[in-house]
């Protein structure tokens, strides 16, 4: 490689915010957080609804010390480029302590960082210089679960008198013949034999991630103190892990939506998260909108809003797990949208995202990650950003980042490599197996982000804890950042949008051409501005159902630069307008 024609990423980014003074001024007209007036405080100005959520997977974010593992000083070196892309906070996953049985996700200690992401202090760094480029850092509270290091399991797990004991969910039972047939989500059975004890635990993910029991009530108390300690720290809010799945009641049956789950977040919320101007977002696989509208409530009782996947999971069939693969049905995918934003229309508040750390990249996924990556990676943005919600960017995600097809050995997700043993023990076909995790696997989501083409793509100096997606020389972010028609410099004009007109907040949703079998078309409206979102999202032309395009108001953003108001579109082709309604005094 020549070494002398690698632009770095910080040179680049150098150069984008030379140009771009505007944006960096605008961006510094924004409050600080922790001046709250009056106003901010009713629902209707809550600043994370017109806030975008950027998610870092801390270990494939940045590196800074040549471990090949990113890290919170990682983060810090990168917080001119989030600012430059405009986002409003970072969802952080977890980055306590934790012996990474799931990367983080089962804690050993809630009020510690892990050695490997950096220290206390990093963290308190991060939080104040995120403060000076406008972001606030939301942190990841795994709560339905811990790690069977953490001190409140090695207790628990020494007598039945124990005080801790209580803290988990135990049964009684004789070796081999378990409590019942539940399952783990990560294969294998839901309980767990403690010889030393003659008892059974519970965990719904992996052995090494005991069920807290909530319905103990020190053990609540012991939460509630831990997550003010965050708030004290100056934390923006924070995200809950799989929240719909703590009230569990396993002797029936009963792992997400226990009877006393909105209990549980009603004395949850009071206990901490109203004290203070926080955004609260829950992970609630089990949601449907009547759920939703309970979590997210305006009357500020729950959270701020609900992270739920109907629209993700649109080709799961009842019965099948993800593993099985089936095709994607873009009527419902319509039907879900459509649902969703009129249903929580002044009644609730969705998430709006693609993607996650646990979500195969959207581009390889309902876009084309090859001849059109470009034009379906903006078209997803731009159908997602219209939306009523907090959009949600998921590192890579702002640079059209695509799936990666590895050999087993390369995969490092304990979910993956269990669904692996586990098919091959049941007899399924290698490839086959390869195939499922090739197209839902969560690695797809946690190869390293690709800052520029340079060696390890400038994500370390060291190895990297898991192999850089090949495809770095071509998509990276040193070169979009240069690139006026970069995926990017979209993402980057969809959050200014966002921030400039209120129809993307309040505006209500009205879903057009239902029956279009190619195009996803819909308006958002509100008293000044009507909004018009089309998008083709196939990679052949298609006609324009729409009656007469002229009409469509000013052309606020595209993904193909010599837009016309013809009745065509071309491949993935979306197109975003604004018609004033002419009602501005
Ligand atoms: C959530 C997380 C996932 C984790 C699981 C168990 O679904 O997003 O990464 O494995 O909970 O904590
Ligand atoms: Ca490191």
Not at 36 to 46: A, F, G, L, P
Not at 262 to 287: C, M, N
Not at 563 to 571: A, E, K, M, N, S
Request: proline content about 5%; overall charge negative.
């Amino acid at each position: 490689m020549d070494k002398m024609s690698t632009k770095t990423y910080s040179a680049a980014l150098k150069l984008v915010k030379e140009s771009d003074s505007r944006f960096i001024n605008g961006a510094s007209d924004r409050k600080e957080h922790g001046a709250m007036t009056e106003k901010d405080k009713t629902y209707q100005n809550k600043w994370w609804k017109n806030a975008v959520i950027y998610q870092i997977y801390p270990r494939s974010f940045a590196d800074s010390n040549g471990d090949g593992i990113g890290d919170l000083k990682g983060i810090i070196s990168k917080l001119d480029y989030l600012e430059t892309l405009g986002i409003d906070a970072v969802w952080l996953s977890p980055v306590c302590k934790s012996p990474q049985d799931d990367n983080g996700y089962d804690i050993s200690d809630y009020q510690d960082i892990d050695p490997m992401f950096g220290t206390l202090q990093d963290m308190e760094t991060l939080i104040k210089e995120a403060e000076k480029h406008h972001i606030r850092i939301i942190m990841d509270l795994v709560l339905n679960h811990s790690s069977d290091e953490h001190p409140w399991f090695q207790e628990a797990k020494k007598s039945k008198e124990n005080p801790y004991h209580d803290y988990y969910v135990w049964r009684d039972g004789t070796e081999g013949t378990l409590p019942n047939d539940m399952r783990a989500a990560f294969g294998g059975p839901a309980w767990e034999w403690v010889p030393e004890i003659q008892q059974y635990y519970f965990h719904q993910f992996s052995v090494k991630q005991p069920d807290l029991n909530w319905e103990n009530p020190k053990l609540r108390r012991e939460i509630y103190d831990m997550i003010n300690w965050w708030i004290g720290k100056g934390v923006g809010g924070f995200r809950l892990d799989v929240i719909d799945q703590i009230a569990k009641e396993p002797d029936r049956g009963i792992t997400g939506n226990g009877p006393r789950l909105h209990e549980f977040l009603r004395e949850l919320s009071k206990e901490t998260f109203q004290k203070a101007d926080l955004v609260t977002v829950g992970e609630a696989w089990g949601a449907d909108t009547e759920l939703a509208k309970l979590y997210s409530n305006p009357d500020n009782s729950e959270l701020s809003m609900v992270f739920q996947f109907e629209h993700i999971c649109l080709d799961q069939v009842p019965g099948k797990e993800k593993w099985d693969l089936a095709p994607l049905p873009f009527p419902k995918l319509k039907e879900v949208f459509d649902r969703w934003q009129t249903s929580l229309y002044e009644k609730g508040w969705n998430s709006l995202f693609w993607n996650n750390h646990d979500l195969p990249r959207i581009v390889s996924r309902w876009g084309n990650d090859e001849k059109y990556r470009v034009e379906s990676a903006k078209m997803l943005a731009i159908l997602l950003h219209g939306l009523q919600g907090t959009p949600y960017i998921y590192q890579g995600e702002e640079l059209g980042m695509t799936n990666i097809q590895y050999e087993i050995e390369d995969y490092r997700d304990i979910e993956t490599l269990n669904l692996y043993r586990e098919r091959l023990e049941k007899g399924y076909d290698k490839e086959e197996i390869l195939r499922s995790i090739h197209a839902k696997g969560r690695d797809n989501a946690r190869t390293p982000m690709q800052w520029d083409d340079g060696e390890n793509a400038g994500f370390t100096t060291g190895k990297p804890w898991i192999k850089i997606n090949p495809n770095y020389k071509e998509i990276n972010a040193a070169e979009q950042i240069e690139d006026e028609n970069s995926i990017f410099k979209c993402y980057q004009k969809l959050i200014r949008l966002r921030k400039e007109y209120p129809v993307f907040v309040d505006g209500e949703f009205r879903m057009l051409c239902k029956e279009d079998e190619a195009v996803f078309a819909y308006t958002r409206e509100d008293k000044d501005f009507r909004l018009l979102v089309i998008c083709n999202f196939y990679d052949r032309t298609t006609a324009n159902p729409l009656k007469k395009p002229e009409d469509s108001g000013k052309l606020l953003i595209s993904n193909y630069k010599d837009t016309d108001r013809t009745g065509i579109l071309r491949p993935y082709e979306a197109r975003m307008y604004l018609m004033d309604k002419g009602n501005a005094t």
